[in-house]
């Protein structure tokens, strides 16, 4: 069992266009893949003239295996899709927003993080500032 939670669709880890969006939205609704991103000039072997790229994998464990044992990695983040989600244009203006958003996470903002039906609105409505 994964500590976190492991990608909606296996067959299309991998699959997914390089570019996201990085961060932000406070929730999220699927875990699409984790990534681990390598740097050939901190000593990740150069498999793309030089270039940075990543690996995919299906769970955490996975990608953490596989950052800790390779060289000029980075530590694993994690691509959630979001359907319904937060923006902050400036500290504490909350806006919900809908629509399909695929962005990069810390892993570690997925604990308690998992949007359910009522998750924005009662999220807004406890930070609201009066």
Avoid at 21 to 40: A, I, T
Avoid at 67 to 89: A, M
Avoid at 90 to 99: E, N, R
Wanted: hydrophobic letters at 40%; one cysteine or more.
């Amino acid at each position: 069992m994964s500590i976190f939670p492991v990608a909606v669709d296996e067959k299309m880890v991998g699959e997914y266009p390089a570019e996201a969006k990085s961060g932000g939205g406070y929730f999220y609704d699927d875990v699409l893949e984790y990534r681990v991103w390598c740097r050939p000039w901190l000593g990740a072997p150069d498999e793309f003239d030089g270039e940075v790229y990543y690996y995919a994998f299906s769970s955490f464990e996975a990608a953490k295996e596989f950052s800790d044992n390779t060289k000029g990695s980075e530590q694993p983040l994690v691509l959630v899709k979001q359907i319904e989600w937060i923006d902050e244009p400036t500290l504490g203006q909350f806006i919900p927003m809908k629509g399909e958003r695929v962005t990069e996470w810390l892993v570690e903002w997925l604990q308690g993080n998992k949007r359910a039906q009522h998750t924005i609105s009662q999220f807004i409505e406890a930070n609201v500032v009066a």
